[in-house]
């Protein structure tokens, strides 16, 4: 699986669970670290772990398993799968933590692309 599938599958993974405002951000150019972030938040702390437990088990689906996973028992939670980072927060950690802010050189991608086409 290359990295845009990824990427779509943690998206619509999100949002069929109805995460809030997710960005995802091409920051291959600015970091070694990763291609590509996908940010979003959840409207409680239960909202993120579910958001993340369910990114988790959809890329698992289609035998993509997480290299790390940090912050289960926090308002963030980081999956990482190499070339794609996936950020779930609660509002208030994902304004105190501002990820949008400190990438926002790198390149915002347009994740209704990802959803559009629901029915494949």
């Known amino acids: 699986m290359n990295t845009k599938d990824i ?17 995802a951000v091409e920051v291959g150019d600015l970091t070694i670290l990763t291609e590509y972030f996908v940010i979003a938040n959840g409207t409680s702390s239960t909202h993120v772990r579910s958001l993340a437990d369910e990114v988790e088990y959809q890329l698992s689906q289609v035998g ?48 209704t692309e990802f959803l559009d086409n629901q029915g494949e």
């Open 64 to 111: 993509v398993e997480p290299h790390h996973i940090e912050g289960k028992a926090t308002g963030w939670i980081l999956l990482d799968y190499d070339t794609v980072i996936v950020h779930v927060f609660t509002h208030e950690a994902r304004e105190f933590y501002s990820l949008d802010k400190q990438w926002q050189d790198g390149k915002i991608i347009d994740v």
């Open 7 to 23: 990427l779509k599958v943690a998206v619509k993974a999100l949002d069929s669970k109805k995460a809030v405002d997710i960005q």
